[in-house]
């Protein structure tokens, strides 16, 4: 480490020979030192040890300009200061901050420009969400489900003996126009009244109570018919007790929230048991409310107060 004034005065020999090789090893060294050289120089370098700094001076010999920072213990350059940086002929005009969201990149995120027209970087979305546009910026958003598509949007399983399995929610109208219900494999306890019917009633307050007047059902284009204590026999939806004997079917509900008009829907039986060798029994009926309300709860049980001991009901949901 050795600075110099770069000037070699008149004297003798010997003290000129000294004089210019402290020049020369000040030349050498860059003229390093903890505090700049006191006599300076357009364009000359200084290496300021106690930063590891490397300085050259400016054309006007008025201040150092910083050029890069060295490390000493990793005999490495760890950081450049340029204002500007120009690969080839082209000039690189994204700033720090922007790079630096190329080291900061997550998995699954992506780089954008932002609000600023800077590069920014987006997050990942939740599971199931897209990247959409509003036309001036972009995000996550939730996969829209088109019109007229299904929904499920419940499942009811019978996993104990019960007498009745209602369907008393799930109904919203600002999403739905119709629903389907299908139900699978239901059968009927061991032990009782052989060819039981199974039969569904509706509701108007959410399941509270169920319309019990046979003259409040209706139905068309039928191979069914009303039953007792005011409901509507699924069409061949007979079942022997006990576990050879399986129901399954399909009901389409229209527009049930609809307080205006009747509540209209067309159900599809199909019934299979070890006894039946050549097919299975299927039915289909069309059936109405014969009153203009609100149709929000269903109930299906068996006649003659026999019990259920397995099956189960999914409810889809027609998207408006």
């Known amino acids: 480490m050795s600075q110099h004034d770069f000037n070699i005065g008149n004297q003798l020999f010997p003290a000129t020979r000294t ?12 003229s390093s ?19 590891n700094k490397l300085q ?33 002929s082209t000039a690189i005009s994204a700033t720090g901050a922007e790079i630096n969201q190329l080291d900061g990149i997550t998995r ?15 997050a990942k ?63 009927i306890a061991s032990g009782g009244a052989a060819f039981a ?32 204590a005011g409901s509507i026999v699924l069409p061949n939806g007979t079942m022997d007790p006990g576990d050879d004997h399986l129901l399954n079917f399909n009901m389409t509900i229209i527009d049930p929230l609809d307080a205006n008009t009747y509540t209209m829907g067309k159900l599809m039986t199909v019934s299979t048991a070890t006894s039946f060798t050549s097919h299975p029994k299927m039915g289909t009926n069309h059936w109405h409310t014969r009153e203009t309300e609100a149709t929000n709860a269903f109930q299906f049980t068996v006649n003659g107060g026999q019990t259920f001991t397995g099956g189960s009901i999914a409810m889809y949901g027609i998207k408006r």
């Open 56 to 88: 050259i001076r400016n054309e006007a010999n008025s201040a150092w300009i910083e050029i890069a920072t060295l490390d000493q213990s990793g005999n490495a350059v760890q950081s450049i200061t340029t204002a500007g940086l120009t690969l080839g």
């Open 33 to 51: 030192g903890a505090s700049a050289p006191s006599t300076t120089y357009a364009n000359q370098f200084w290496y300021e040890t106690d930063t």
């Open 197 to 228: 019917q199974m039969q569904f009633r509706v509701s108007n307050n959410g399941g509270t109570s169920y319309e019990t007047d046979t003259s409040y059902y209706g139905l068309e284009h039928a191979n069914g018919s009303t039953g007792t």
């Open 125 to 187: 979305g939740a599971a199931g969400t897209i990247l959409t546009s509003d036309g001036t910026d972009i995000s996550w958003s939730p996969v829209a489900t088109p019109s007229g598509s299904v929904e499920l949007i419940s499942t009811t399983t019978v996993s104990s003996t019960v007498s009745t399995v209602s369907i008393t929610s799930g109904f919203d109208d600002s999403k739905y126009y119709s629903y389907e219900l299908r139900g699978s494999n239901f059968k």
């Open 19 to 30: 004089d210019l090789n402290n020049a020369l090893v000040a030349l050498a060294s860059n």
């Open 108 to 122: 699954g995120s992506i780089l954008y420009g932002n609000a600023s027209g800077a590069t920014a970087r987006l």
